[in-house]
């Protein structure tokens, strides 16, 4: 059994966390993760408030273990949300695409547990010195949003620039990414890609098949050219944006060419103008299952793993 100080801290079987996947990650996904043992997250991306406090209640029906919500900074709706985590009594928060300065005093004194995602070593020194309580540390491997660096490279380098437990993010779904995770210094792993794939991922049926047909150059970034570099699936939309983006479109008009694309591909499921995020691991995510033998699967392939690594030294 793979144990770390962020079960401890979180009240939850595995160190295992189901990231914050816009337009996907509802109230549903995120209580069959924690009830799996792990850590739910709803994602607020884009939606107004009322929306994020419609899926906290329904994931506090359907579990009393811990759940998460990952608030996109982005987002124009990211203050309202901040106030509802503290209303709804969430009891972790995470952070994405931005500085979470500003909210995180307040939510430490409503007792919540605050977890930024850092993309880089200075906002990870930002974050313990504000009183953070773990760290993500994604790589630019993850799907959406990504920073420059890949896990493997960030991870040591968050880990040697803080002393909270940092969860590793970006290229893991199965043991071997969770037991390289830990061996880099990771206290935990967070996945996005292998949870889509979960029976109680309410994504577009469409969606699913695109991952479970994912193969491995299937991903591109785009978004580059206004600063925010997002990664998603090859597909018609992730060529006309990068034609667009690269030929000149104004800034405008490419914003707005990007604008609901999310939601398409995750409601829709529409292949023409939908953005399908999705991290550089798609292809091995082979099969749908339920979320807690995801949760599982993942740690009992880890363990034997991290066991024989001590056969390497003679
Ligand atoms: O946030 C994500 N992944 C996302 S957000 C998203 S929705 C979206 N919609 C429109 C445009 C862009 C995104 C889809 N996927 N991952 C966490 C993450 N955070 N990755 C990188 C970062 C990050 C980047 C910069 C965190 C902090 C940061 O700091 C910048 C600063 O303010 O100094």
């Not at 944006?241 to 398409?264: C, H, V």
Request: charged share 20%.
């Amino acid at each position: 059994m793979i144990k770390s100080e962020i079960c401890d801290m979180l009240g939850i079987e595995y160190p295992v966390f189901q990231g914050g996947m816009a337009w996907i990650a509802d109230g549903e996904l995120a209580a069959a993760v924690s009830n799996g043992g792990g850590l739910g997250i709803i994602a607020a991306g884009n939606a107004p408030g009322d929306y994020v406090k419609e899926q906290v209640r329904i994931a506090k029906s359907l579990t009393s273990k811990p759940i998460g919500v990952n608030i996109m900074l982005l987002s124009p709706y990211a203050d309202d949300v901040a106030k509802i985590v503290i209303e709804e009594k969430v009891e972790v928060v995470t952070t994405g695409a931005g500085n979470p300065s500003k909210y995180i005093k307040e939510w430490k004194s409503s007792g919540i547990k605050v977890i930024p995602v850092v993309a880089s070593v200075a906002m990870a020194k930002l974050m313990t010195r504000l009183g953070a309580d773990a760290l993500i540390a994604e790589g630019g491997e993850s799907g959406g949003h990504v920073g420059e660096l890949t896990t493997i490279v960030l991870v040591p380098q968050i880990c040697d620039a803080t002393s909270l437990p940092v969860i590793a993010a970006g290229g893991i779904a199965d043991g071997r990414g969770a037991a390289a995770a830990f061996v880099l210094g990771a206290r935990g792993i967070q996945m996005g890609t292998r949870f889509l794939s979960a029976f109680e991922c309410n994504v577009h049926p469409a969606y699913k098949e695109k991952i479970l047909k994912a193969t491995d150059l299937c991903t591109a970034v785009t978004g580059k050219r206004l600063g925010h570099p997002v990664r998603s699936l090859r597909t018609q939309f992730s060529r006309d944006y990068s034609k667009a983006e690269y030929g000149g479109m104004p800034d405008e008009e490419l914003e707005a060419l990007g604008t609901g694309a999310l939601r398409l591909a995750a409601k829709e499921g529409d292949g023409e103008k939908g953005c399908f995020l999705a991290g550089q691991i798609a292809a091995i995510v082979k099969k749908e299952q339920p979320a807690a033998d995801i949760i599982k699967e993942v740690m009992e392939e880890a363990e034997p793993i991290l066991r024989s690594a001590s056969l390497w030294v003679k």
